[in-house]
């Protein structure tokens, strides 16, 4: 059984992007799913009467179900990732309250200490977001 969010990811709420990760395969890749509700903190600014989840805070998700990946490793143990870009980067709908956010995070390289990722997110099956990512791991 896969170790809770709330104990891999240094992140906590209101930070936290992710609600539970589906699927891990370790190394590898990550799903995880974020359910939107109404009273998320930057809805009410974002934009008054008209809800949509910053594109920024889409991105924070891809990246911390790769971090999962990431700090699910051994060899990662004890370790910080940092995000550190991203490129080629499509919003296709937005999220509103309500939207349940499939997450998906594959690890294209983790082997020295800049690591690249790829991710998407799908509500009800279309794609909403997707990017490649890079992240920095402290102390690697």
């Known amino acids: ?3 809770s969010v709330m104990e ?6 209101p930070f936290l992007m992710v609600d539970r990760i589906l699927e891990l395969v370790h190394g590898k890749k ?8 109404s009273n998320e903190p930057y809805f009410s600014g974002h934009f008054p009467g008209h809800p949509i989840m910053p594109g920024v805070l889409l991105i ?5 179900v790769g971090e999962y990946v990431l700090l699910n490793d051994p060899k990662f143990n004890g370790k910080l990732v940092f995000f550190a870009g991203c490129n080629n980067v499509r919003f296709r709908r937005p999220a509103v309250p309500g939207d349940v956010l499939l997450i998906t995070t594959e690890l294209v390289d983790s082997e ?6 790829r991710g998407k997110i799908e509500i009800e099956g279309k794609l909403a977001c997707e990017a490649d990512l890079s992240f920095y791991i402290e102390g690697q």
Request: aromatic share 0%; glycine share 14%.
């Open 1 to 3: 059984m896969n170790k």
């Open 8 to 13: 891999v990811l240094p992140q906590k709420p």
């Open 30 to 37: 990550a799903v995880g799913i974020k359910t939107l509700g």
């Open 60 to 64: 924070e998700a891809i990246n911390q």
């Open 112 to 117: 020295s200490r800049i690591g690249l990722g």
